[in-house]
């Protein structure tokens, strides 16, 4: 792909997922308003705990499916079939444990609610990452981005109708009723378009014209399993580390603070939007190809990405610290003045977390995903330690600097380990 290709590619990308973060965004504004900080602490605390184990629902298939196209070409259309069982048997499992916690677990009753209602996304969400990795290997970028953005924008949809027309209805309970009508209609839609993804309806990418070898076209479900979960496993730590804070906020100070640090960590979400574009939507499938096929161009575009991260990271981060006083106010009002001094210390991870999505994305590839899982793992235990002695004694403030800590931990152990998968001399160049 040229330059210029590429740079429409990514035009497009960014514009589809910052129209879609831009409604998840004012979905959040609205909702925090309307909730007020304790309403929107209980959403926020429910739909954290969601989140949190919506890895374990097909356990990192979609990101397996990359990889192994990526590797074998036609031939990984093997996996499919016991993909497809792998994620039916995961996804009930996973929302049918949600439901359990919400009625044992130490919730009052309309956290309970919330958190059985919302056990649904998890359904539509799985729907949305299989599609999407059926769209990236396709090389099908428009139908990429509407995709993804479809979700937000009927969500916002609901969530804008409770608010202006059904003024009566608002309520956190029928938040969530709204956001489980909208899993439950992407999870049918998806089906239909992954059904026929498994009758030969895939038209793959940078591998040529498909083979139909029937010796090649045999998988099990163990098998699968055996080469996803280190992907599964990384997404979940991600989100501990990533996301934690909110929970244990609310099961230490309570759902009001948990409501505060929320606003904080959407904005926070909002401006780690662009790596994730460049490296999980653009890049992640190429460089799987590059680091079987193309190895110093592999190299190349790990040494020039640490860079302009960096350089993009550290701009981001000024516009937090300059922006937040008086942004925060205006968007979500008065009573969400305490984020303010949460994002001065969030912003500080701002750059470390750009750079680490580029050096993370080496240890994506060929087989150093176990290592890459293994180093999110011990962040994610970091993460927990750090929150269990902090938030008890300082509040959310404790929370954003287990946070900060964390993910400088992160970037440390992704450099270190990134070194083992490049052989350099010591003139800087790749040697192979």
């Keep these: 792909m040229s330059k210029k290709r590429a740079l429409k590619v990514i035009s497009l990308l960014w514009i589809g997922s910052l129209l879609g973060a831009g409604c998840a965004f004012l979905t959040q504004v609205i909702l925090a308003r309307q909730l007020g900080p304790t309403g929107f ?22 990101q397996y499916w990359l990889k192994a196209f990526g590797k074998e070409g036609w031939g990984a259309r093997r996996v499919l079939s016991p993909s497809f069982q792998f994620v ?7 929302v049918l444990v949600l439901i359990g916690w919400s009625i044992f677990g130490p919730h009052d009753e309309s956290l309970k609610l919330v958190l059985a209602i919302l056990s649904t996304y998890i359904m539509g969400q799985v729907a949305v990452e299989l599609v999407s990795s059926k769209l990236q290997l396709e090389e099908r970028y428009v139908s990429l981005s509407l995709w993804q953005f479809l979700p937000h924008f009927i969500r916002l949809a609901l969530v804008g109708m409770l608010v202006f027309s059904l003024t009566g209805w608002v309520s956190v309970e029928n938040v969530a009723y709204a956001y489980a009508m909208v899993s439950i209609g992407l999870a049918m839609l998806g089906g239909f378009i992954l059904f026929q993804m498994s009758n030969e309806r895939l038209s793959l990418k940078g591998h040529g014209k498909p083979s139909f070898d029937s010796d090649q076209l045999k998988s099990s479900v163990k098998a699968v399993i055996s080469q996803s979960w280190p992907f599964g496993l990384a997404g979940l730590f991600h989100l501990i580390y990533f996301q934690s804070d909110i929970i244990l906020v609310q099961y230490f100070i309570g759902v009001e603070a948990a409501g505060i640090y929320n606003v904080a960590f959407i904005i926070m979400v909002a401006v780690l939007l662009f790596p994730g574009i460049i490296y999980q939507k653009f890049l992640l499938p190429k460089m ?3 680091a079987h096929q193309d190895s110093e161009h592999f190299y190349r575009v790990y040494r020039h990405g640490n860079v302009i991260m960096l350089m993009l990271g550290t701009i981001a981060m000024l516009l937090i610290l300059v922006l937040a006083p008086w942004a925060v106010v205006v968007l979500f009002g008065e009573a969400y ?18 750079v680490a999505s580029s050096v993370g994305a080496t240890l994506v590839t060929q087989e150093h995903m176990r290592e890459k899982v293994k180093l999110m793992g011990v962040v994610a235990a970091v993460n927990i330690a750090l929150n269990l002695i902090l938030i008890p004694s300082y509040g959310t403030e404790g929370a954003a600097v287990a946070t900060v800590v964390s993910n400088f931990i992160l ?4 450099y270190a380990a990134s070194k083992r998968v490049f052989s350099v001399d010591k003139s800087g160049k790749y040697s192979g």
């Design 288 to 290: 799987h190809r590059w």
């Design 41 to 62: 602490g209980v959403f926020a605390t429910a739909f954290a705990t969601v989140t949190m184990l919506m890895p374990l629902a097909g356990f990192g298939i979609a």
């Design 88 to 94: 039916f048997f995961s996804t009930i499992s996973v």
């Design 337 to 354: 003045q305490d984020v303010v001094d949460l994002l001065m210390i969030l912003a500080l991870s701002i750059p470390i977390l750009f």
């Design 411 to 414: 970037l440390f152990l992704y």
